[in-house]
């Protein structure tokens, strides 16, 4: 009987060993993308340990280095983050998300100039990212170019009429250069569409009514 209940121990383990070494990298991805909620992964470790093991299987797929890149940048570990994007450009040179990813890191870091290039390359391969304008204005003004800032906000607002955030940065672009009357309809137009926190800052500082 003890020898019978052994047996069948073993062939248990070797059964879930079997059922883990038989996943296919996209079995893993699956697994990676049911913690994502959408703007970030609910727990990123794990989603490493599911990418890592994808990885394993099919180390040439950028997507992969790129969604795992973005589970670094939710720890907070932003050199692996950047490592990871490298290698997803490697694996495929016009890849517009891990650029855009790595531009988003790089403004984390204070590396603006980087992040620039980045968002360069977005707009290069995709001239429509709204988004990309939107965040390369953000660098520029970062580095106080607040004319190049906003004649990006200029395109993403033209591509997108009802863009806050936009108009928000735009808003703020022009009260660095002195500019209240136009910096303050924009903060209103923001406010407006739903983001109002700077102009009640401008408020507080008597800058706009």
């Not at 997108?160 to 309809?185: E, I, V, W």
Request: net charge positive; charged share 25%; proline share 2%.
């Amino acid at each position: 009987m003890r020898k019978i209940i052994v047996f069948i121990f073993c062939v248990l383990i070797f059964l879930c060993s079997c059922s883990e070494t038989d996943k296919s990298a996209e079995d893993w991805i699956s697994r990676a993308r049911l913690l994502w909620d959408g703007k970030q992964y609910t727990e990123p470790n794990k989603a490493i340990e599911y990418l890592n093991n994808a990885i394993k299987l099919q180390p040439n797929n950028a997507e992969t280095y790129n969604q795992r890149g973005v589970a670094y940048k939710n720890l907070g570990q932003n050199q692996r983050a950047i490592e990871d994007y490298n290698e997803a450009i490697r694996l495929k040179p016009d890849n517009v998300l891990a650029y855009y990813n790595r531009g988003t890191v790089y403004n984390n870091i204070g590396q603006y100039q980087n992040a620039i290039e980045d968002y360069n390359k977005v707009l290069r391969l995709d001239q429509n990212s709204i988004i990309a304008y939107n965040s390369r204005g953000i660098n520029y003004s970062s580095l106080h170019q607040y004319q190049r800032a906003i004649e990006d906000y200029n395109k993403a607002i033209h591509l997108q009429p009802n863009y806050a955030d936009a108009y928000n940065n735009r808003g703020l672009a022009y009260l660095k250069q002195d500019n209240d009357k136009s910096g303050c309809r924009d903060l209103q137009k923001a406010c407006k569409l739903g983001v109002c926190k700077a102009l009640e800052l401008a408020k507080n500082k008597g800058l706009c009514r």
